[in-house]
């Protein structure tokens, strides 16, 4: 109950801070991402390392080759390390949280600390800890699929059909960032 009550209010703390706070109205989406140097990707909640999120981890790469890439995740999600050793990795651990459902006080100063140009949500549906990491991290161009919790949140969203795939989700999501980078 106060988990839920903690992140209402969080939510609605930051659609009124980002109707009346210090954020850059409009971003040049295109300079933004030509220029990016530092990329958050804010991994789905309930990873497994089946999942096809860890295989597409290195068209980021291809679409950012000269970014240093950091990935946030549950440290509960059952995902092979090895497979992200050419990331920057940042875990938070559920069972940290405050008693309102927010990151531990250490991981938030990690997020804010690290100055990102762009951050991505790879949840497809609303996940209240990836919407706040990506609102945390002060990043110019904020990035996620659409939901009406975090649309007001993310200033480039992706539409999709919720009966779409997850792969071909992110398909979607790779084309729009390359034809983006592609354009300059």
Not at 7 to 18: E, G, M, P, R
Not at 87 to 95: G, R, S
Not at 128 to 134: A, L, M, P
Not at 164 to 171: A, F, I, V
Request: proline share 4%.
């Amino acid at each position: 109950m106060l988990k839920k009550l903690g992140q209402y209010y969080a939510l609605t703390f930051y659609k009124i801070f980002s109707r009346f706070g210090h954020r850059p109205a409009a971003v040049n989406i295109f300079d933004q991402i030509a220029k990016a140097n530092n990329i958050l990707l804010c991994l789905p909640e309930n990873l497994n390392g089946s999942q096809m999120e860890l295989l597409t981890l290195d068209k980021f790469k291809e679409i950012f080759p000269n970014a240093k890439i950091s990935l946030v995740y549950n440290a509960a999600s059952s995902i092979d390390t090895k497979l992200l050793t050419k990331y920057n990795v940042i875990q938070y651990n559920p069972l940290e949280m405050s008693t309102f459902g927010l990151l531990p006080k250490p991981v938030k100063e990690i997020i804010i600390k690290s100055s990102f140009d762009i951050a991505i949500d790879l949840s497809i549906a609303f996940c209240f800890i990836n919407t706040s990491i990506i609102w945390e991290s002060k990043a110019c161009l904020r990035i996620g699929f659409n939901h009406p919790l975090r649309d007001e949140l993310y200033n480039f969203l992706i539409r999709v059909n919720p009966e779409e795939t997850r792969e071909n989700s992110y398909q979607s999501l790779f084309r729009y960032l390359g034809a983006t980078r592609n354009v300059r």
